[in-house]
């Protein structure tokens, strides 16, 4: 099977997979797209405008965005370490009793 054939497969594979999700989904299609939900959504998306600059908000979202990052190197520098103790003993670079 060639790797388009394959492609196309998979592909067709998720499709109907994603329609029988949406399928199996219960709910009310019609209120989610009617007048009141549009403005709804409106109302939401004009809470984002003017955006809140005041000093007490920029802390906290910056001290947030300041632990996010901490969390991904803490994160990235642990997948390292467990990507070292798997991937020395198992290339040999021990020697013969740590394979």
């Known amino acids: ?5 394959r492609t196309v497969v998979a592909s067709l594979a998720f499709l109907l997979f994603l329609a029988a ?3 199996t989904l219960s709910g009310d299609w019609a209120s989610l797209f009617s007048l009141e939900a ?3 959504m409106g109302d939401f998306a ?3 405008v003017p955006p ?3 000093a007490p908000f920029l802390a906290r979202t910056g ?3 300041l632990e996010t990052l901490a969390i991904s190197v803490l994160g990235t520098l642990l997948a390292v370490i467990g990507g070292l103790a ?3 003993p ?3 670079r021990w020697g013969l009793p740590a394979k």
Do not use: R, Y
């Open 63 to 65: 001290w947030a965005a």
């Open 1 to 5: 099977m060639s790797n388009i054939t």
């Open 21 to 23: 999700c949406i399928a």
């Open 38 to 40: 549009l403005g709804k």
């Open 86 to 88: 798997l991937a020395l």
């Open 90 to 92: 198992a290339s040999g």
């Open 46 to 48: 004009s809470g984002f």
């Open 52 to 54: 809140a600059m005041d």
